[in-house]
């Protein structure tokens, strides 16, 4: 769906008449941000005064009075959902510096909505003969979207992790006027994974005091070669959303099957069916000027889940947390850029099982696989370079107490897993000095990343080998071109892998990928 809107929420031309204020009785004045025009050196002269009285009326305390919020241009859409995204300040805005301020938040709203070509909010004379003297009426016109579906679908294959997968999506946008938003998506691939998922996003609406938000999901997965396999079905409920801050509770019935690792007591105590049940909390900050390719900015995103709620004798009780920064620098050659991050999680038991497991095998953290280093903000995961779920820790070393059982153990499994992780990269970005590749948005970048996991054999982090997790941080180097479309950033890269362990499952060579922002 293409939109076209304006960055500032209006222009708001008023024929406002005080007896206070006769100096500007007879102008008609604008309030415009940016809005896209070529005047004539005749309308210079008028475009200048115009601009001169808005900053009277905003720098002084003019008063003024709001009669009636009018919405226009509504057919499918039903009036409670803009009035919800309008809300109460423009009715309320007792001077014009309030009333712009009121605007210019209210128009953004209605954007954020998704369901409008375009948003306008302008100011007329309120009918004569009212009590209490002059007023104005705001009028707050919206044109409605043409397009209510969209649709994609890809077939990817990844070079480093010899995998292929075809991925679809379908999108339905406004479809009974509540501006929600419908949505369901399919990832099959050919390692025997199977990923489906459904969803609705209606925004607040009415005495709802929050956006509703919820998803189904189905998951099949053979995670190492078919040693380990799993499948869920989920339903995730949205408690709390607003513009920088989400509450969610989650809800998934889990299958675990693997008859290679039943010698292993922490692994088959959580082999078979198990309730998983968990609330999430998270806030997120995007400052940057762009997802795709970002030039100056910064990303934050903290993230704490509380599992193991289910009333389930398999289940752990733990704490997920996760941190996520990102600073974007420009750098002023070709357009070049210097974006840093750094992401780190922790699993913290609430209490320890009978065993010795720490954590739940599923969600304990994997670093790995081709994905962007600079779209996903959501803890550490990326490590470009090492295959999926390639890179850990051995439970050798992490977890002496259950040595005896490691022989009977699939390789991979020890070697993929931790609870505490922690990522960092660096990424330079610059034009190539090719016009038409330049006009298209193509570019080069150079990276270097690095990451490291492990397994916490105690509950207390005060015990943890911090000397000897920092000693064995895996990295990885490259350069590449980068291929910004409307939905996907697509990489083609060289990775060179600076440092890794026996047990890692790191590449060099050319590497492909596909990331979303």
Same mark, same amino acid.
């Given at each position: 769906?293409?939109?076209?809107?304006?960055?500032?929420?209006?222009?708001?031309?008023?024929?406002?008449?005080?007896?206070?204020?006769?100096?500007?009785?007879?102008?008609?004045?604008?309030?415009?941000?940016?809005?896209?025009?070529?005047?004539?050196?005749?309308?210079?002269?008028?475009?200048?005064?115009?601009?001169?009285?808005?900053?009277?009326?905003?720098?002084?305390?003019?008063?003024?009075?709001?009669?009636?919020?009018?919405?226009?241009?509504?057919?499918?859409?039903?009036?409670?959902?803009?009035?919800?995204?309008?809300?109460?300040?423009?009715?309320?805005?007792?001077?014009?510096?309030?009333?712009? #301020?009121?605007?210019?938040?209210?128009?953004?709203?209605?954007?954020?909505?998704?369901?409008?070509?375009?948003?306008?909010?302008?100011?007329?004379?309120?009918?004569?003969?009212?009590?209490?003297?002059?007023?104005?009426?705001?009028?707050?016109?919206?044109?409605?979207?043409?397009?209510?579906?969209?649709?994609?679908?890809?077939?990817?294959?990844?070079?480093?992790?010899?995998?292929?997968?075809?991925?679809?999506?379908?999108?339905?946008?406004?479809?009974?006027?509540?501006?929600?938003?419908?949505?369901?998506?399919?990832?099959?691939?050919?390692?025997?994974?199977?990923?489906?998922?459904?969803?609705?996003?209606?925004? #607040?609406?009415?005495?709802?005091?929050?956006?509703?938000?919820?998803?189904?999901?189905?998951? +099949?997965?053979?995670?190492?070669?078919?040693?380990?396999?799993?499948?869920?079905?989920?339903?995730?409920?949205?408690?709390?959303?607003?513009?920088?801050?989400?509450?969610?509770?989650?809800?998934?019935?889990?299958?675990?099957?693997?008859?290679?690792?039943?010698?292993?007591?922490?692994?088959?105590?959580?082999?078979?069916?198990?309730?998983?049940?968990?609330?999430?909390?998270?806030?997120?900050?995007?400052?940057?000027?762009?997802?795709? @390719?970002?030039?100056?900015?910064?990303?934050?995103?903290?993230?704490?889940?509380?599992?193991?709620?289910?009333?389930?004798?398999?289940?752990? @009780?733990?704490?997920?947390?996760?941190?996520?920064? @990102?600073?974007?620098?420009?750098?002023?050659?070709?357009?070049?850029?210097?974006?840093?991050?750094?992401?780190?999680?922790?699993?913290?038991?609430?209490?320890?099982?009978?065993?010795?497991?720490? +954590?739940?095998?599923?969600?304990?953290?994997?670093?790995?696989?081709?994905?962007?280093?600079?779209? $996903?903000?959501?803890?550490?995961? +990326?490590?470009?370079?090492?295959?999926?779920?390639?890179?850990?820790?051995?439970?050798?070393?992490?977890?002496?107490?259950?040595?005896?059982?490691?022989?009977?153990?699939?390789?991979?499994?020890?070697?993929?897993?931790?609870?505490?992780?922690?990522?960092?990269?660096?990424?330079?970005?610059?034009?190539?000095?090719?016009?038409?590749? $330049?006009?298209?948005?193509?570019?080069?970048?150079?990276?270097?990343?690095?990451?490291?996991?492990?397994?916490?054999?105690?509950?207390?982090? $005060?015990?943890?080998?911090?000397?000897?997790?920092?000693?064995?941080?895996?990295?990885?180097?490259?350069?590449?071109?980068?291929?910004?479309? #409307?939905?996907? @950033?697509?990489?083609?890269?060289?990775?060179?892998?600076?440092?890794?362990?026996?047990?890692?499952?790191?590449?060099?060579?050319?590497?492909?990928?596909? +990331?979303?922002?």
């Amino acid at each position: 769906m293409a939109t076209t809107t304006p960055s500032s929420s209006a222009s708001v031309p008023q024929d406002y008449h005080d007896d206070d204020d006769d100096e500007f009785e007879d102008d008609d004045y604008e309030f415009d941000d940016d809005q896209e025009t070529s005047p004539s050196p005749s309308d210079g002269a008028d475009e200048a005064r115009l601009q001169s009285v808005l900053r009277r009326l905003t720098a002084d305390e003019v008063r003024i009075r709001v009669h009636d919020v009018e919405i226009r241009g509504c057919s499918r859409t039903r009036r409670a959902a803009v009035e919800a995204a309008v809300g109460s300040d423009l009715a309320r805005a007792a001077t014009v510096r309030d009333l712009v #301020r009121a605007a210019a938040a209210a128009g953004d709203r209605i954007r954020r909505l998704g369901a409008f070509d375009t948003v306008s909010i302008t100011l007329d004379a309120a009918p004569p003969g009212l009590p209490g003297g002059a007023a104005v009426v705001v009028l707050v016109d919206v044109a409605e979207a043409r397009g209510r579906a969209a649709g994609e679908l890809g077939i990817f294959a990844n070079s480093g992790a010899r995998s292929c997968s075809v991925q679809g999506s379908v999108k339905l946008k406004n479809l009974f006027g509540y501006c929600e938003t419908w949505d369901a998506s399919g990832d099959l691939g050919l390692d025997q994974t199977l990923d489906l998922s459904t969803g609705v996003a209606i925004p #607040r609406i009415g005495a709802i005091p929050t956006p509703l938000v919820a998803r189904m999901s189905l998951l +099949s997965e053979d995670w190492l070669k078919s040693s380990l396999k799993e499948h869920m079905m989920g339903v995730s409920v949205g408690l709390l959303s607003t513009m920088n801050h989400n509450l969610s509770y989650n809800l998934s019935w889990r299958t675990i099957t693997g008859q290679a690792l039943m010698s292993s007591n922490s692994i088959s105590r959580q082999l078979g069916h198990s309730l998983l049940s968990s609330i999430k909390y998270t806030y997120k900050s995007d400052q940057r000027d762009s997802s795709i @390719r970002p030039t100056r900015g910064y990303a934050f995103l903290f993230s704490s889940q509380v599992g193991g709620l289910a009333p389930d004798s398999k289940n752990v @009780r733990y704490i997920r947390q996760e941190l996520d920064l @990102r600073v974007a620098l420009p750098l002023g050659v070709l357009n070049g850029a210097l974006n840093a991050g750094v992401a780190a999680g922790v699993i913290h038991p609430l209490e320890r099982g009978s065993t010795g497991s720490i +954590s739940p095998l599923p969600e304990q953290f994997y670093l790995g696989g081709n994905r962007s280093l600079m779209c $996903r903000l959501g803890g550490p995961s +990326s490590l470009l370079g090492f295959k999926k779920r390639g890179l850990g820790t051995d439970l050798r070393t992490s977890d002496p107490k259950n040595s005896e059982n490691l022989p009977s153990i699939s390789p991979e499994l020890g070697t993929l897993r931790g609870d505490i992780a922690v990522t960092a990269f660096a990424d330079l970005s610059f034009d190539i000095p090719l016009k038409p590749l $330049r006009e298209l948005g193509i570019h080069g970048h150079a990276f270097v990343s690095a990451g490291n996991l492990a397994r916490l054999a105690e509950p207390d982090l $005060r015990k943890f080998p911090l000397a000897n997790f920092l000693q064995t941080f895996r990295s990885s180097a490259g350069f590449g071109v980068v291929m910004p479309t #409307r939905l996907f @950033r697509i990489e083609v890269n060289y990775c060179h892998i600076l440092k890794q362990f026996d047990h890692d499952m790191g590449k060099a060579g050319i590497q492909f990928n596909f +990331s979303s922002p």
